[in-house]
């Protein structure tokens, strides 16, 4: 399942990996997909969505615009 156009999930963070584009820090969250038990898909969260790094084992509330996360708040 893709993320959502417009909305927000909540997910549980099995797995982070960082990277960047053109300079800019990411976050590569690794996700249950909600469409596949058992499956991960990844998420790219922009740093500025979020405050501080992400670990496994955190619970994110993520919201999307356009398909891209604009805010990740751990719950």
Avoid: C
Wanted: net charge negative.
């Amino acid at each position: 399942m893709p993320p959502p156009m417009i909305g927000a999930w909540s997910v549980d963070v099995k797995g982070v990996r960082p990277f960047t584009i053109h300079g800019d820090l990411y976050y590569e969250l690794h996700v249950p997909n909600p469409d596949a038990a058992g499956q991960l898909m990844a998420i790219r969260v922009p740093a500025h969505a979020v405050e501080g790094e992400p670990k496994a084992g955190e619970r994110f509330a993520l919201t999307f615009l356009m398909g891209q996360v604009t805010g990740a708040k751990r719950e």
